[in-house]
């Protein structure tokens, strides 16, 4: 088996490199959507909404970034056309949604996915010995945790 220039299995990092690039096209969509709720959120809870949305889609920018860097770390490229994303990704893409609710409702939805995914790559990075992809994987999933029991309370879930 070969070894790429950071000591890693060609293999095993062109398999996280994929898992990577399909997680990074959720994240894209979900950055979108969560522009939108942003953009077109009213109704009673408009001022808690609009500054929530825009701290996550500020930190969803950040881990676009982060993951597309990872790939490239990896000696990879990163998908960076949205037909791409449109095509990978299963975190749906929402148009015109205003209503709060339905937002956070689409927002736990969407976290679901993310972590799920998440910890396929942490399993997969595990395999492969790969400690910077793991670390970015556990930091995501400990914090988006804690993200999803905040959005579900919003919703007296």
Known sequence: MGKNFIGLDTEKTAALAGSLNDLLANYQIFYMNVRGYHWNIKGENFFLL???FEELYNDLLLKVDEIA???????????HAFSTYIETAEVPERK???NGKEAVENIVESFGKLIAKQRELLELAGEAGDEGTSALMSDYISGQE???WMYRSYLGQ
């Open 50 to 52: 609009h500054e929530k």
């Open 69 to 79: 860097e990872r790939v490239l770390t990896l000696g990879h490229r990163p998908a």
């Open 96 to 98: 015109d949604v205003s």
């Open 146 to 148: 804690k993200d999803v």
